[in-house]
Nanobody, 115 residues
Framework: QVQLVEFGGGLVQAGGSLRLSCTAS????????MGWYRQAPGKQRELVST???????NYADSVKGRFTISRDNDENTVYLQMNSLKPEDTAVYYC?????????WGQGTQVTVSS
């Protein structure tokens, strides 16, 4: 199994920045894909960004150029740097880890962007 612990959510004004972190309970070298999803009130959960074990990254069109996913292998941590935040980025953000054919989810962290 993989346990994921997230930090970094909060309240920020539009145009501001936040950095989310997600620490895994096992080496991220062993995890095929780590990612971030989000779910806004009344909306379906959507993919924000992914980072594969081979080093490839992927972003939703709505966050390209504003969000950056990165990882610290020594700390088994994946980060999501969010810049130029917009009110429509308001959501609960979830970290995920695809390991051994199972997708594990973090507990979620609230990000609120005020206009």
């Amino acid at each position: 199994q993989v346990q994921l612990v997230e930090f970094g959510g909060g309240l920020v004004q539009a145009g501001g920045s936040l950095r989310l972190s997600c620490t895994a309970s096992r080496s991220i070298f062993s995890i095929n894909v780590m990612g971030w999803y989000r779910q806004a009130p009344g909306k379906q959960r959507e993919l924000v960004s992914t980072f594969t074990a081979s080093g490839s990254t992927n972003y939703a069109d709505s966050v390209k150029g504003r969000f950056t996913i990165s990882r610290d292998n020594d700390e088994n941590t994946v980060y999501l740097q969010m810049n130029s935040l917009k009110p429509e980025d308001t959501a609960v953000y979830y970290c995920t880890a695809d390991w051994n054919y199972v997708r594990y989810w973090g507990q979620g962290t609230q990000v609120t962007v005020s206009s």
